[in-house]
């Protein structure tokens, strides 16, 4: 037998033991309040397992899951949310893309066609995916590019590479173009101080001394001395 209670605060319905079998007031209890039973304000829907918090619907049409009382998943028109075993640890889908964080740290970034993979909890170690190439980064300063250029491998200089794979090949001293090493479809060209020292090439070789008019050629006619502008030996048959 079951009995219903009617005061000021609205209807109760209980059991003849004096349980609680649904409140309705300004607030609705359907189900026992030490078992599972849902419960209705103005604002929200809750469904519960005693006191442990399993559904959240709210009016402003945000959706929670929750284990333990904790909350692990959020639905919302702006995104959703889902958690790992810690608070600090979730995945976010929204707007924007996706983003993943570890202990607070975010790891990856998914946006608008840009991939970031962060390592070291989220500081400048990082892979860059997008429409211009990959960047595999150390920090802003020491990083390799990869695009439709070729391989680009930067050490301590964010715009000047310290070598470069491509159709051509360069490789530079210090991060400098005034010491370098040049290979392209002619052959292999050698600097130091912006001055060419030596060129390797299909056709010859020539090598340079301290100006550009002192130097050793040597092709299929034999080998040439000049010096300061001056043939001093030539070699040949």
Not at 80 to 91: D, I
Not at 151 to 163: C, D, E, K, L, P
């Amino acid at each position: 037998q079951t009995q219903v209670v009617l005061n000021s605060d609205g209807m109760a319905l209980k059991t003849t033991g004096g349980t609680t079998l649904a409140n309705y007031g300004s607030t609705v209890t359907l189900g026992r309040t030490d078992h599972a039973h849902s419960t209705f304000t103005s604002t929200t829907i809750t469904q519960k397992d005693g006191d442990d918090k399993k559904v959240l619907v709210a009016a402003s049409g945000v959706i929670g899951l929750y284990g333990n009382d904790t909350e692990k998943a959020v639905f919302s028109s702006t995104g959703s949310l889902f958690r790992g075993g810690a608070q600090n640890t979730f995945t976010r889908v929204d707007s924007s893309g996706m983003t993943i964080v570890d202990n607070g740290f975010t790891q990856g970034t998914f946006t608008n066609g840009t991939i970031n993979l962060y390592g070291n909890n989220g500081t400048d170690r990082k892979v860059t995916i997008d429409s211009d190439g990959m960047r595999a980064y150390y920090d802003s300063n020491n990083y390799t590019n990869v695009s439709s250029s070729g391989v680009s491998v930067h050490a301590g200089n964010a715009s000047t590479a310290a070598a470069v794979f491509g159709t051509t090949v360069t490789i530079r001293g210090n991060n400098s173009d005034a010491d370098r090493v040049v290979i392209d479809d002619g052959g292999m060209n050698v600097f130091s101080n912006s001055v060419q020292r030596a060129g390797f090439h299909d056709t010859g070789s020539i090598f340079y001394g301290d100006e550009a008019n002192t130097y050793t050629r040597v092709n299929s006619s034999g080998m040439q001395v000049v010096l300061d502008g001056s043939t001093a030996a030539t070699f040949g048959s």
